[in-house]
């Protein structure tokens, strides 16, 4: 590795070492071209309706001309230096209305547990999550952008969600009592809603070898609001035998290296000696590992844990993933008492579904499939031989012999004019054989707008 790789790969570790921070990321913005129903931003001259029954808040960073605005029930238009409305003078652009009016899509849309919303921050490259800690943890940091506005639905209220601190509007909350007052307010109302809940005060994980997540009751909201664009259904795996690693929604296609561990085991040592030694090398690129503690069984006690690798590719053909799979499992025997291993145990999904097997099982195992196809050929070869020697249609000669002359066949004609002359007539052709073919606008009490400075960074 040269020395600007070794410095990217450390910048990437120092992240490790630190506290997880999830950070949200949708947004409520005008500009938002997602927001709308039209996926742009309102063009010149557009009308604009937001729906009447939800609260929303939503930052408008810009100037825009319009020539009507329907406003809900309750929310509010912060605007930032230089932003405002203004009705269009020249009427509206062309084309501009051709699809009806710009409207702003549903904002209660957005769910705490769907994994889609959430990203690890500074996540060194060829590492990810498996679904159940792609959203906080109870060890996590979570963080609100303070330039840009937002709604979150908090869930079924089943059980609160469980997490460190959280930050947002400028504050960072560490305790239940100051969130449950933030929550309570105007700006709390606007931002957060649902019967879900939080509870904050966790302590960070302070054991090397890690944390477990402590998301799996909440698994089922988290796989639910994972699949509800797909119709609430995991796509089909592309291989036999589909694994489903501890905390994962859907099957995949790869390997699961699951690690006994003893007391000197430490994480984030072995996450780095994941990317250093084995995801840095050129035929393991395009995988992805997961690295975390977890509980053996859903129904595990506490303390019953292990760490899983999960080893995931998108191409189940190309046999890569089960090839770093055996190679960490034999990483482990070798210097498991350095990294605090005791044993290993290796798991593998099947065969690619309608694929070719021999891209998978390597060069040996395509040179016996060629083998077997040409004496499969030679072996017919010999049948239909030994077939036309007994119906007669082949036979030997032996050296020496004369072949028999062929037997001449006068030909002749009667005719009248000469007389009748003997003649012998052809015999007649055999029948061929038979082959069997079966084959408004309005002005609204309870709507605010806010003007305010660029929003703080």
């Known amino acids: 590795m040269g020395a600007a790789d070794r410095l990217l790969l450390w910048l990437q570790l120092c992240a490790l070492t630190r506290a997880a921070d999830k950070v949200w990321v949708p947004n409520t913005g005008f500009e938002t071209a997602a927001n709308?129903?039209?996926?742009?931003?309102?063009?010149?001259?557009?009308?604009?309706?937001?729906?009447?029954?939800?609260?929303?808040?939503?930052?408008?960073?810009?100037?825009?001309?319009?020539?009507?605005?329907?406003?809900?029930l309750d929310g509010e238009l912060v605007?930032?230096?230089?932003?405002?409305?203004?009705?269009a003078g020249d009427g509206p652009h062309p084309n501009c209305n051709a699809g009806g009016p710009a409207i702003f899509r549903n904002p209660d849309r957005f769910s705490w547990w769907d994994p889609h919303l959430w990203r690890t921050r500074d996540e060194a490259q060829g590492l990810f999550s498996v679904d159940a800690?792609?959203?906080?943890?109870?060890?996590?940091?979570?963080?609100?952008?303070?330039?840009?506005?937002?709604?979150?639905?908090?869930?079924?209220?089943?059980?609160?969600?469980?997490i460190r601190s959280l930050s947002a509007l400028g504050q960072t909350f560490t305790r239940d009592r100051d969130l449950a007052a933030f929550l309570a307010s105007r700006e709390g109302r606007l931002r957060f809603h649902g019967p879900g809940s939080l509870s904050l005060g966790s302590q960070p994980c302070a054991d090397r070898s890690g944390c477990v997540c402590g998301n799996a009751e909440a698994l089922p909201w988290i796989c639910a609001a994972l699949l509800?664009?797909?119709?609430?259904?995991?796509?089909?795996?592309?291989?036999?035998?589909?694994?489903?690693?501890?905390g994962q929604c859907c099957d995949l296609c790869g390997a699961v290296v699951s690690l006994d561990h003893g007391p000197t085991f430490d994480l984030e040592r072995y996450r780095a000696r994941v990317l250093d030694l084995f995801l840095a090398l050129p035929q393991h690129r395009g995988l992805q590992v997961a690295v975390s503690r977890v509980p053996r069984s859903p129904a595990a006690r506490a303390a019953d844990t292990e760490i899983q690798v999960v080893v995931a590719e998108a191409r189940p053909a190309t046999g890569t993933a089960e090839r770093l799979a055996r190679a960490l499992v034999a990483d482990a025997e070798e210097h498991g008492e350095a990294l605090g291993v005791l044993s290993a145990a290796l798991r593998l999904s099947g065969e690619?579904?309608?694929?070719?097997?021999?891209?998978?099982?390597?060069?040996?195992?395509?040179?016996?499939l060629a083998a077997g196809v040409g004496a499969a050929v030679l072996l017919a070869l010999l049948g239909t031989l030994l077939l036309l020697c007994r119906t007669g249609r082949l036979r030997w000669m032996r050296r020496g012999a004369r072949e028999p002359a062929p037997t001449e066949v006068p030909l002749g004609f009667r005719n009248p004019v000469f007389g009748e002359a003997a003649s012998v007539e052809l015999p007649p052709s055999p029948a061929p054989e038979r082959v069997d073919a079966r084959q408004s606008y309005f002005v609204n009490p309870l709507f605010t707008f806010t003007a305010e400075a660029e929003a703080q960074a």
């Open 36 to 72: 709308w129903n039209q996926n742009r931003t309102p063009c010149a001259g557009a009308a604009v309706q937001f729906p009447a029954d939800k609260a929303v808040t939503v930052l408008v960073r810009e100037n825009h001309a319009i020539s009507d605005v329907l406003l809900p």
């Open 79 to 87: 605007l930032a230096s230089g932003a405002g409305f203004r009705v």
């Open 133 to 162: 800690e792609r959203v906080p943890c109870s060890d996590d940091d979570v963080f609100f952008p303070t330039n840009a506005s937002f709604r979150v639905e908090l869930g079924p209220g089943a059980s609160p969600a469980h």
């Open 228 to 246: 509800q664009p797909v119709g609430g259904r995991c796509p089909a795996a592309a291989c036999r035998s589909a694994l489903r690693p501890l």
């Open 352 to 368: 690619p579904v309608g694929g070719d097997t021999a891209e998978r099982e390597g060069p040996g195992a395509r040179a016996g």
